[in-house]
Each structure stands twice: as structure tokens, then as C-alpha cells.
């Protein structure tokens, strides 16, 4: 079965961090770019990060290149998202998703989520203290 699991979400104070994972199950990484959203009660998705096939080009929605960032590991065919400096406001469900892309390919687009293959089940992160 061809999946994306999201792990390393939890209860977290303020100021904490949490490191997520998006493991890919029945395929590999390497051909995906891999993006990153969040979606908080009550509101609409918003985009986080994402990386591309390589690992090596990353992008970010602005108000996350502070706080945030993504790494891959293709060997492991796992994508994290630390997050450092943790606020209420991050308190969201976070999904990993997975676009088959050319190779040498970074993350043009990455920000329209119809473009994405497959979805994780979502993880979630509460920011309380």
C-alpha cells in the first residue's frame, strides 16, 4: 500500500520543540518532492515548508523560515520538520504530502496542494502550557 505516516507530534509548552516525520510506505522519496501543511480548528491549510527530490533545495512560507525547518533523508525515505520555539499559534494538525516531480526538480509550486500525489493521516501538535 502506497502511504505517507507522519509521526513526532505530542503536547508541547511553549518555547519547546518537536521534530516530525514523514516516513513513505510502497514507494521511495527520492522522486517526490515533499511539502508540508498544517491545519489549525476552524481554519483553512496553511503551507509550511517543503523540500525537494534531492533534499538539498527547500522552501518556506515566510513566516515559517525562522522556526522551521526540513530535511530529508532518501536512504531512510523519511522527510522531518523541526520546529523550534514553539507558540499556541503553531497548534495544528501537520500533514506530509508527496508530488512525483522530474529530477532536479525543487519546489516550484509547491504551495498548491492538487498537486500532490499522496497525503499523510496528519499528526498532531498542541503548543499549551
Known amino acids: 500500500q502506497l502511504q505517507l505516516v507522519e509521526s513526532g507530534g505530542g503536547l508541547v509548552q511553549p518555547g519547546g520543540s518537536l521534530r516530525l516525520s514523514c516516513a513513505s510506505s510502497g514507494f521511495t522519496l527520492d522522486e517526490y518532492t515533499v511539502g508540508w501543511f498544517r491545519q489549525a480548528p476552524g481554519k483553512g491549510r496553511e503551507k509550511v515548508s517543503c523540500?525537494?527530490?534531492?533534499?538539498?533545495?527547500?522552501a518556506y512560507a515566510e513566516s515559517m523560515k525562522d522556526r522551521f525547518t526540513v530535511s530529508k533523508d532518501n536512504a531512510k525515505n523519511t522527510v522531518y520538520l523541526q520546529i523550534n520555539s514553539l507558540r499556541p499559534e503553531d497548534t495544528a494538525t501537520y500533514y506530509c504530502a508527496a508530488h512525483r516531480r522530474a529530477p532536479g526538480s525543487a519546489c516550484n509550486g509547491w504551495e498548491y496542494a492538487v498537486l500532490y500525489d499522496y497525503w499523510g493521516q496528519g499528526t498532531q501538535v498542541t503548543v499549551s502550557s
Open positions: 523540500i525537494g527530490r534531492d533534499g538539498l533545495r527547500t
